[in-house]
Each structure stands twice: as structure tokens, then as C-alpha cells.
């Protein structure tokens, strides 16, 4: 079924939704104040490969209905994980969502 940008990314820029689409989060607990504002931050629970992975993640750029950018230094690694959101010429929507080590994260990993 066919959905305009916004209302797809108002759905999965919501921290609380993300356990509805993305079948490795399990929970999800805001450690600010709502409403999702660049600086907030949300724990997340996830369950990967039989692991359980517990991180925090901080937005670092928000752009309502266009891109999420969030980070965190917790858990097994440092990660950035960017929603990218596009309207299609049917339209509908075409979310990208990409996780990668943050360029600032390569340091802490680096031997001494």
C-alpha cells in the first residue's frame, strides 16, 4: 500500500513505533522529555544473532519528513544509523535506512 513521505516518516521517526516495524528492536525507553528534538535520547533493547544488545542513541539531525540521523558510543560499537525518506513517481514512499561506524567512532577502536 502506497504512503505519502510524511506520514511514513512521521511513523518511523517515532521512537515507540520502532518495535512495530523493525524486528530486532524490543524495546524502546525515551531518556529525555518528548517530543524527538536533536539532543534527545532513546534506549534501545535489540536482539541480534541471539545476542541481546542494550545502547542509547542521541539525534544529531532532524529533518521532519526527510532525515533521521542518530548516534551512540554504548553497546557492542559505535554506530550512526541515518532514515533517509524520498517520495517515489507512484506516489509512495522509499525509506533508506543505513547504520555505519561514525567517523569519530574509529578512534576508540584503534589499538594504542
Same mark, same amino acid.
Given at each position: 500500500?502506497?504512503?505519502?513521505? /510524511?506520514?511514513?516518516?512521521?511513523?518511523?521517526m517515532?521512537?515507540?513505533?520502532v518495535? /512495530?516495524?523493525?524486528?530486532?528492536i524490543r524495546?524502546?525507553?525515551w531518556?529525555?522529555?518528548?517530543?524527538?528534538?536533536?539532543?534527545?535520547?532513546i534506549a534501545?533493547?535489540? /536482539?541480534?544473532?541471539?545476542?541481546?544488545?542494550?545502547?542509547?542513541?542521541?539525534?544529531?539531525?532532524? #529533518?521532519p519528513? #526527510?532525515?533521521?540521523?542518530?548516534?551512540t558510543s554504548?553497546? &557492542?560499537?559505535?554506530?550512526?544509523?541515518?532514515?533517509?525518506?524520498?517520495?517515489?513517481? #507512484?506516489?509512495?514512499?522509499?525509506?533508506?535506512?543505513r547504520?555505519?561506524?561514525? &567517523?569519530?567512532?574509529?578512534?576508540?577502536?584503534? &589499538?594504542?
Amino acid at each position: 500500500m502506497k504512503r505519502p513521505r /510524511h506520514r511514513v516518516a512521521d511513523y518511523a521517526m517515532n521512537p515507540d513505533n520502532v518495535p /512495530h516495524w523493525y524486528a530486532n528492536i524490543r524495546s524502546v525507553e525515551w531518556k529525555t522529555p518528548r517530543p524527538l528534538a536533536i539532543g534527545s535520547q532513546i534506549a534501545f533493547v535489540a /536482539h541480534f544473532l541471539g545476542r541481546r544488545l542494550a545502547y542509547t542513541y542521541e539525534i544529531v539531525a532532524l #529533518d521532519p519528513g #526527510d532525515r533521521l540521523i542518530m548516534r551512540t558510543s554504548e553497546g &557492542p560499537f559505535p554506530m550512526e544509523t541515518t532514515y533517509l525518506f524520498e517520495s517515489t513517481e #507512484d506516489g509512495g514512499t522509499c525509506m533508506t535506512s543505513r547504520s555505519r561506524e561514525p &567517523p569519530e567512532g574509529r578512534a576508540t577502536l584503534a &589499538p594504542a
